[in-house]
């Protein structure tokens, strides 16, 4: 799978399980740490665990395996580390307070990403 690939993938999970405000950018001329970031926003700790649930089961099923990830206990802010990307998954206080989409989106970083307009009942 390629990592732009994994991106979409990623952020197509989150949109699957009503992930809000989902941003995908390609920030390799940006950064050494990684080549995507997908950020998104859940109303809830619960949420937010799910979304990361989500995105873990539907990466593992095209073999991409999350190598860190930071934050399941507490489910303000997780970070799910995929190597060459990056996902950033937000409570709404704590996306609103970080920003990050602010500090890495460029005029032309943006990747467009295409959801299904069917979503399931989220967990």
């Not at 799978?1 to 809000?20: F, N, P, Q, S």
């Not at 950064?31 to 799910?50: L, N, R």
């Not at 299904?116 to 967990?123: V, W």
Request: aromatic residues 8%; charged residues 35%; glycine residues 4%.
């Amino acid at each position: 799978m390629k990592i732009d690939e994994i991106a979409v993938t990623a952020a197509k999970a989150l949109d699957a399980k009503r992930g809000k405000d989902i941003v995908v950018l390609h920030v390799e001329d940006m950064t050494v740490i990684t080549d995507y970031m997908v950020i998104a926003t859940g109303h809830s700790a619960i949420q937010v665990k799910s979304l990361a649930e989500n995105v873990e089961e539907e990466l593992a099923k095209q073999d991409v395996f999350v190598r860190r990830k930071e934050g399941m206990s507490e489910g303000r802010w997780i970070v799910l580390d995929y190597g060459d990307v990056m996902v950033h998954i937000f409570g709404e206080k704590e996306r609103e307070y970080y920003r990050l989409e602010h500090l890495w989106a460029t005029e032309d970083n943006r990747v467009e990403v295409e959801f299904d307009d069917e979503k399931e009942t989220e967990a």
